[in-house]
């Protein structure tokens, strides 16, 4: 067994982190945030939520995936807000 990293996983690996600490600043934001104006933070991701909805159901969208890919897309993103807005609540 090697302890070295393969350089096709490497690439992935280095992307993993980089989402991780984008996820971890964007987090702080969305606490800071909800610490601050929780209204105004719900009515956002309300309203994000609607705009994604509409977006993903049409062609003009993530042009690239077929409409079964659209709409599990969409699907993901909408249920990512909300348990994002979930666990801000909680944080909180």
Do not use: N
């Amino acid at each position: 067994m090697s302890d070295a990293v393969d350089p096709e996983r490497a690439v992935m690996i280095r992307l993993r982190a980089r989402l991780a600490v984008v996820e971890r600043a964007a987090w702080f934001g969305m606490v800071h945030a909800m610490r601050t104006r929780p209204d105004e933070v719900e009515a956002y991701i309300a309203g994000e939520r609607e705009k994604c909805a509409a977006g993903f159901a049409g062609p003009k969208w993530a042009r690239d995936l077929t409409d079964a890919e659209r709409a599990m897309l969409g699907s993901e993103v909408d249920a990512g807000l909300a348990q994002l807005l979930q666990d801000a609540r909680d944080e909180v």
